[in-house]
């Protein structure tokens, strides 16, 4: 064994038999680790297990091993022959609909039909638990919304279209609900024959055809999607295979496990602050012990290594610690999720996750405690026996290459195990200029305390200021680290309230009161004759409603096709299958043209394009190119003749493609309209008249659409203030461990001043004046980096007016700094408590 080995050997067992198994000292490090470890890993694990779930239960998710669906048509004799030859298929069709019932009450639901093979994978059952397939004709499988919205029960009838269907059952577990995604009402299963004899399905009707296919013994997935994209290009079919069962439910997962990761990443930076400041003292407490090393022979190296090993022993604790509760914590939250993500509640270990966030951990610890470690290895025996009234000086200068090359590894990681690069890179950086700009404020407020006049106030004021400044202070640590969770929380309710306002204010102001879907072109006068009757006054606004998809775009001579693009442009999301089309003689209200020319009133020329401005950046398009789409099947070719700029938040119609007269009016179609009724007027006889007179049209009320965005921008906040919460612990557990670091110091300074004639009431008041001036500090920190980033995510990323509910953002930092004053004081109250004769013979 080599000398090196040797005196790695002998520190080894010197770090063992001195190591204090109830991690005296070190206490702060492993809480500061369990917190951050066990988040990444809480939340890295249920990300796992989230999209293991949708792999494995791929086939009953999507109701089948490959999904066609098509818009307002159904598949033709070809296209039916090539998807039966590939396995078992079972079809239906989705639309929205209208439901009535006979007490006069009227609700919008989101139909569904199924046939006799329906389902091909999983099962159907009832709240009563019965496994049932496709209800019989002139029944229904309904689910409990629509009792609740209709008042009625099992065995009533309802009117759906022109047929009466009654309620069989109450849907209990739909197989492949997931991959239905956001419906405007609430589920109703038919069977194609009850939706036949309901006359909702005309021609142009806004109905989505699907197809799901349970494939040969044998077949793959992907070839046989390609076979059939290449028999029928212009078919505009949307395709999904059981690997994809929910992209939304994939990219939603990806993208929250994404954010959410982060910000349990920075919530473990900031516990290394925390963890610095824990190393820190700990060493200040074993000066004695490390004097007796020094004197003893041990060299600085010796000193390094043992305390490193007990640093790393210490860590490696809290961080199983971490991940062993991260693992118990998923089952809890997927209980919780469990309305709204396909989990079940069960302990899962993915070994990866587990790995990245102890990896993380580690490196954090290592990168945080490297600067006392490094700096008590240069320090003389004499002095670790004198005064200890501050810690040695450059801690952070003589770590820099190996804090340097942590933080490097770290953000290396992080970057090489991201889903979304640029993204984690942007939060990266952000959290970087961040967590930067608070330690300059830390900086700032400790050199404005040591340098206001201390003349002036009472003695507890003057204290309390001396303390912001005093020799070891913790001020720029502390306003780090709480001022990040502060402000986390101050941007967490200023987007929150900002979108409510937009939701409850805005939109109700600018969006008209109902949508009609599938008004037939041939019954628009009618149409109009009953609102004005039975509302008068309303506004009524009709256009000509169609969906396609995009095949090709760009000059005529190299244009570019969609199905031979390995990835969608960025901003180009209207190229994922089908969008709403329309075509007009005018432009559109509330669209401005941005670049080009708009066709007159009288066009009747070649087909032409209008295309949205922002859409026409992402494909990099030009006036005068082409544009080549699917319209029930069918391919057509127009000229792009302007780009449209667009107010999106207008609530009215607005399609990315309009087209000129001519283009595409020969095609089947129906009408879409909105109706924005005067104020104070009950649209309720007006709506249950024009369910009655148009039973095929579906009317949707906007109420409803906004409470279905407030119930999910409000599981997102959820979610985003439970990881918040955990970079305001570690900020707490930093706060904490400041004031047990700074415990001797106080001790000193209190038995000096109670010997000098101060009593308990000067000394307490001048303890809580220090930390209300330190929350008062953070608060107004925390209050303007909050509006800074809440500011920049609404204004700038949702382009919506910025309206913050002050009273709501005050309350929110109001009650943090509050939190942070009793913590802070309810830690420091032993200090309060020390004898002056036990304590002088002690110093």
Known sequence: MTDRWQRWAVTLRLAQRDFSWRFRGLRLLVICLFLGAGAMAAIGTLESAIRDQLAD????????DVEFAVYARTANDDELAAMRALGRMSSGMRLQAMASAANGSVSPVQLKSVDAQWPLYGAMTLADGRQVGAPPKGQAWVDKGVLDRLDVTVGDTIRLGEAPVRIAGVIGAEPDRLSEGVALGAPVLVSQQTLDASGLVQVGSMTR????????????????????????????????TRDRASPGADRLMANMGQFLGLVGLAALVIAGIGIAGAVSSWLESRRGTIATFKVLGATSEDVLRIHLLQVIAAALVGIGAGLLAGVLAVPGLALLLKGFLPIEAGFVIDPLALLR??????????VFAAPPLLASRSVTAMALLRARVAPPAGLWRKAALPVGAGLAAIVALALLTANQVLLTAGFLGSAAVVLGLLALIGIAVRKVAGRLPRGRGGLALRMGVAALDRPGAPTVALVTALGFGLAAFAAIAAIQTSLDAYIDGTVPEKAPDYFVLDLPRDREAPFRAEIATRAPGAQVRTVPAMRGAILAYGPAEAMTWVSDLDDIPEGAWALNGERGLTYASELPPGNVVAQGKWWPADYTGPPLVSVDEDLAKALDLAIGDKLAISLLGVEREATIASFRRIEWDDMGFNYVLVFSPGAIDDAPHGLSASIALPDDTDGGPMLRALVRGFPTSSVIEIGGVLTQAREILSSLSVAILAAASVAVLAGLAVLLGAVAAARARETYDTVILRVLGASRGQLLGALVLRYVLLAIVLGIVGLAIGLGTGWYVIDRMFEFPFRPDWPVVLAVLGGGAALIVLAATAASLPVLSARPARALRDL
């Open 57 to 64: 239960r791929g086939q009953e998710i999507l109701g089948g």
């Open 209 to 240: 055809a699907k197809y799901r296919v349970a494939l040969n013994p044998g077949s793959d997935p992907d070839y046989s999607i390609e076979n059939f994209e290449a028999s029928f290009p212009a078919g505009g079919w949307s395709i999904l």
């Open 357 to 366: 966030a102890g990896v993380f951990g580690l490196l954090v610890a290592l």
